[in-house]
Each structure stands twice: as structure tokens, then as C-alpha cells.
């Protein structure tokens, strides 16, 4: 287990619930949940990988995807809670404003702790509006679909 997750009490075998109910276990090898405000999508992160790229492996969704190397700006997150490492990113994306302003690329920063961040990039209304997209979706499919294929 690591060692802040040892220092704080974190029980490595907790279970937390993820948006859409799934269990998302805490592991030691996997010891920080990320959470985004925007979708409420949770998902597990190890130490040694980028935020984007633990999203990506678990195949969740939230954080737009881009070049996955510090270039494109559209994974700009705010972290709100929770402490990380972060590498060089580039000026043209995060300006020295915005870092002092808690925002990071989610593909060059790296979880010291649980997170809670906040999609601010260029694609940020895209992803709140397809969480409410999906939402109106799980509510409207009662209705019969049309299927040519099918015989009744
Ligand atoms: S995906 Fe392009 S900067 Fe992170």
C-alpha cells in the first residue's frame, strides 16, 4: 500500500460506488479515486500513471482526449481537493495564470492523493452536456425502437 494511503488509515480494500453504480475497488496497487465534478464519474488511479491515462484504462469517460502528451490543452482540468505531481506542460495550453489557479493537463499530472477535479478545457460544455445527454437517454428508452430487420 502506499504510504500516505498507510498514514491517513485508508483501508486498501475499501469500495467506493462509481457514477453509474459500479464498484470501483480501492487496490494497492490502484490506492486513489479521481472524481469529476462536471459527470460525477469516478475511477481508480495508481501513483505511476496519469490521470488520462487510469481513465482511459478503465474505460471510463469525462475527460476529453487528445494528443495524450501535454499538446492539445483539451484535458485541462482544475483539481479542487487532493494533492499530485505534475510534469512540464506546455505555456500554449496553461498559461502561469491558470497553474496558479490549480489548473493542470489531466494527461501530466499524477495522484498524491484522492482528487476531485473539474473539466475546464475546450470540450468542458461538451462533456456536461453529454452526462445530461446520457441521463435524458436512460429515461426515454421505454418507447418502442424501430427495427426493419426484425420480424413481429
Ligand atoms: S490530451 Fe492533449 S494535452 Fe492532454
Redesign the pocket.
Known sequence: MHAFAKSIGMDSMGATLGSHGQCLPRTPAMPFQVTIENTGETFACKEEDNV?KAMEQLRRKGI?????????????VRVTEGRYLKKKMSRA?VSAQEEAQGCV????IYPQSDLRVDVVGKMARAVVARKSASFSFEFTTTTDVFQPDKET
Open positions: 488520462l476529453p482526449v487528445g494528443c495524450r502528451n501535454g499538446g492539445c490543452g483539451v484535458c485541462k495550453v493537463l489531466a494527461c501530466k
